[in-house]
Structure formats: C-alpha cells, structure tokens
C-alpha cells in the first residue's frame, strides 16, 4: 500500500509540474494557427472550450488529425463546431497534413501531455501516429522537412527547429513521452541526427565566413532559395535566432555545432540596425488596412532606440532589405505596400533572446 501510495503521489506531482497553475496545458504555440483561422472566418459565432477543459481540445486534436497522421493548418483547436461539416467545405488543399504555421508538432506535445495526465490511450495512439507522419515525411535526400510554399528545407515558421525541438525533447526522455518505445525512440534519434547535420551544413558562408541561414533551402544542393514572392533568397535574422536558440539547448554539442553557434552570433552581431524604431501609427476605421489592421506601421529615427535587425538580408553584401508581394526588392519600410507593410514582420528583435541564452550558454562546460 505504501508503495502504491508513493507511486500516486509521484505522478501526481509529475502532473502538475507539465500542466500551469490552472490546471491547462499551454496553447501559446497554437497562437499561429488560430490567428489565421480568425482572418479567414471573421464572423465567428460559436463557443470555445475553456483552456481548462484538456480532455476537451485532446478530443478536437484527435478528431481534426487526418488519416496519414497529421493535421491540417490554420483551425481553432478549441472551436465546439461539428469537425467533420467544416471538413466536408473546406478546400482539398486546405485538409491536407503540412507542418506550415507551426503545426503537426505542437498537437504531438498536447497529446503526449494530455496522455501524461489522463493515461487515455487515444490521445498515445494519436500523438504516435503524428510522430510517425513527420517521420515519414522527413527528405530521405536531405534529412529535412518542407513547409507549405516551397518543397525545401523550411526554417520558416519553426518547421525544422519545431520538429527538431519535438525530436530532442524525445531523445532527453522528457516525462510526457515515456510511453515511446524502444523501436521508435531508436527511428526519432536517427531522424534528429540527421536534421540537425544538414541545419548544419545550410549555414550560409559569405566572404568566407559562417554567418546564419535562410528561411528555405534546396534539399539537393542546400542553398538558399526563394519561398513565396515576397521572400527572397537571403539571410534571415529572425529564423536564424530559432536555430540557435535550438543548437544552444544541446547537451555535449559537437564541435560543429558549437562552432555554428559562435559564428551565428558574430553574425547577429554584426547585422543589428541602429538609430530608428518601428512605430504603429493609429488609423481611423475607414482607413483600416486590408479592413484587418488599425494601424500603419511608420520607421521613426531615434539615436537612443535600441538595436534591431532587418528579416532579409542580401546573401553577398549583406544588405537589409525588404520586399513586396511582386517580388520586387525595397530598402525602406515606406515603400512596401500597405497590406504587406503591416501584414508582415520587416523588423524584430528576435536575436535579444539568443544573446541573452548564449551569455550563458558559453560558461557551460561541455561547449569549452
């Protein structure tokens, strides 16, 4: 009885160590997803499940997840409406499984933690089967994953740092994924090696230096590429500062990575802007852009403004720039279009979080 008891109070503990103070599990990294299911449904007239309700939203995940094991983008996970009516309108692109917007692998995780706290096996049988979707579809030529736009190594919206964050998470034996076996756990190790060596070798050399990455690169010859229209081949501030952030949180990092490490943040380094911020400018209603933002976003100079980094930057000068959805190449915020000056984060502070890891990151002993 003592032992049972101990056991109990262990899981118990376990339990609320993964779930917050309300009892919830966090939804943060479906902000993406159902920020873009608000812009395509704005007349929204259903109930919501509270955070609180985990069997609930478990629930939805498993009845959204398709076939193959993935789960279509950009839906209200917490959304009380009849799955199965929305599926049958939407579009047949738009039912696929994509890991774009930061899917697929946050469900996996939910699941997994759901699992963790309820011992449903729906919800194991569920996020296994998603494991197994990403597994599958992982370039057997390059060892990365695509996203929705173009079929290569997708860095944007934390396809390959989302799935190999996923994959570590797995690989450390956190508690919410216990249940893996031997044979999978075996398939995810081998799976991650591999994605973390080409994430590796798709640092971009200029001047022959390693400086970061691109949001996309060719699966063959792993340069940089175009993905949509407005997002040219370059260097990327803010999905390199995702890369790092991963390659930090590796235990006895190899040479390799400690050395892509310490040039990405050279780069970083290198790259920030000074002497301006980005304000939003307020618009009155009729004035709204894209009947969608209040606001315009205006560059405003400003000596004492703290440092910022550009999204793009050109591949041999190093240039910031910035783009319109033609494809044409800008070099002020100004001249953007409005839909796409607002729709679209030109500027960032991304790398502040990166210095800040990596302040601490380089007193570790394994990386000396």
């Known amino acids: 009885m003592k032992r049972f008891f101990l056991s109990y109070l262990i899981f118990y503990i376990s339990s609320l160590l993964f779930a917050q103070s309300d009892g919830s599990i966090k939804l943060i990294k479906f902000k993406d997803g159902i920020h873009h299911w608000n812009l395509e449904h704005p007349n929204r007239n259903y109930h919501r499940f509270d955070r609180t309700e985990i069997t609930a939203i478990a629930d939805n995940f498993v009845a959204w997840q398709n076939y ?57 049988e569920s996020a296994e089967k998603g494991i197994r979707y990403i597994l599958s579809t992982q370039n057997p030529i390059s060892g990365g994953w695509k996203g929705w736009d173009v079929n290569a190594i997708t860095f944007n919206d934390e396809i390959m740092t989302g799935v190999m964050t996923l994959f570590l998470d797995i690989k450390e034996k956190e508690k919410i994924y216990t249940w ?59 999905e390199s500062s995702d890369v790092l952030l991963f390659l930090m949180r590796i235990k006895n990092p190899s040479k390799d990575i400690i050395a892509a490490v310490h040039a990405g943040v050279k780069w970083l380094e290198k790259s920030k802007l000074t002497g301006f911020k980005v304000e939003r400018k307020p618009l009155p209603k009729n004035k709204y852009i894209n009947n969608e933002y209040p606001f315009d976003l205006v560059v405003v100079e400003d000596a004492t403004a703290k440092p910022i ?22 070099y002020k915020l100004e001249d953007v279009s409005p839909e796409r000056r607002t729709g679209y984060a030109w500027y960032g502070y991304w790398p502040e979080k990166v210095f800040k890891v990596y302040a601490e990151w380089k007193l570790r002993k394994d990386v000396n």
């Not at 692109?93 to 939910?110: A, M, V």
């Not at 991650?192 to 699966?219: F, M, P, Y």
């Not at 980094?309 to 800008?330: H, I, K, Q, T």
């Open 309 to 330: 980094w550009a999204r793009f930057y050109d591949l041999e000068s190093n240039e910031p720039f910035l783009c319109n959805r033609n494809g044409e190449r800008v």
């Open 68 to 124: 193959d094991g993935g789960w279509p983008k950009n839906i209200d996970w917490l959304a009380k409406i009849d799955i199965d009516s929305v599926k049958r309108v939407m579009n047949k692109k738009h039912r696929i499984s994509t890991l774009d917007n930061r899917n697929t692998f946050p469900q996996i995780e939910y699941l997994s933690e759901a699992y963790f706290i309820t011992k449903n096996e729906t919800y194991r």
């Open 180 to 238: 893996i076996n031997a044979d999978l756990y075996k398939e995810i190790c081998e799976s991650l090696h591999k994605a973390i060596d080409v994430t590796l070798r798709c640092q971009i050399v200029q001047n022959g230096e390693k400086t970061a990455w691109c949001q996309q690169h060719s699966h063959k010859a792993l340069y940089p590429i175009n993905g949509r229209t407005f997002e040219l081949a370059s260097i990327t501030a803010n």
